[in-house]
């Protein structure tokens, strides 16, 4: 298994254009997450799934848009990017187990975005 | 708002010794609690997990949950240069979203 892939690994943008992080889990879970990391801080939540066809924003969705067509397939877009979009973003995946239990998120190797 | 607040380090400790690393969270409906570490450049990766009071040990790794104090710690017992790392604390409640603290900076000095 390859676990959690995510494309690109870096990626320089200008202001005002836009793109699609790739995110694809072969783990067969029902839930995935997208997150972003700024330097020397933890991860804030972006969107999250629970499954094909059902997302929810998080803690900062703003500037961002996710689908979710598939099981496997997670993919997070940026609209006219700003420099308030520099991040890290992490893509994470995890089962469905009971509601007593979270289960854990296993995350992918992130995409270094800069926007100038 | 649901927060997760780490001792903000860094924490430096030499080779062999325990390091002690806290974290406080606000939301009482929280039922799920993890510690991941995350090396410079690279993503995060779970070290531990704890749903109880108490204690749970593995290996080096002890986590603490005191529900009643809304309190969870890790030790990391003859600790290695190569326990330096940023070490995040997690909780998350019914919705299954995980809360992150900022992270502490450890470094263990050979």
């Known amino acids: 298994n390859a676990g959690v892939t995510q494309t690109p690994k870096f990626r320089i943008l200008k202001i005002g254009q836009s793109m699609t992080l790739q995110c694809t889990q072969d783990?067969?879970?029902?839930?995935m997450y997208w997150y972003r990391q700024d330097p020397g801080m933890g991860l804030k939540l972006i969107y999250y799934?629970?499954?094909?066809?059902?997302?929810d924003k998080g803690e900062v969705p703003n500037g961002y848009n996710v689908s979710r067509s598939t099981t496997e397939d997670f993919p997070l877009r940026l609209e006219l990017a700003a420099p308030s979009q520099t991040s890290v973003y992490f893509c994470a995946s995890s089962q469905s187990l009971s509601a007593l239990s979270t289960d854990t998120q296993y995350f992918g190797p992130g995409t270094r975005l800069t926007v100038l | 708002q649901k927060e997760v607040e780490q001792n903000s380090g860094p924490l430096s400790v030499p080779e062999g010794a325990i390091a002690s690393l806290n974290c406080t969270y606000s939301d009482r409906g929280s039922q799920s609690f993890f510690w991941y570490r995350q090396y410079s450049g690279k993503s995060p990766e779970l070290i531990m997990s704890?749903?109880?009071?108490g204690d749970k040990e593995d290996g080096r790794f002890t986590a603490q949950l005191n529900k009643a104090s809304q309190y969870v710690s890790l030790l990391i017992r003859d600790s290695q240069p190569s326990d330096s790392a940023t070490y995040l604390c997690a909780s998350s409640g019914s919705a299954r979203q995980l809360t992150f603290g900022s992270g502490t900076q450890l470094t263990v000095l050979p």
């Open positions: 799934s629970v499954g094909a066809g059902i997302t």
């Open positions: 783990m067969n879970h029902n839930y």
């Open positions: 704890i749903y109880s009071n």
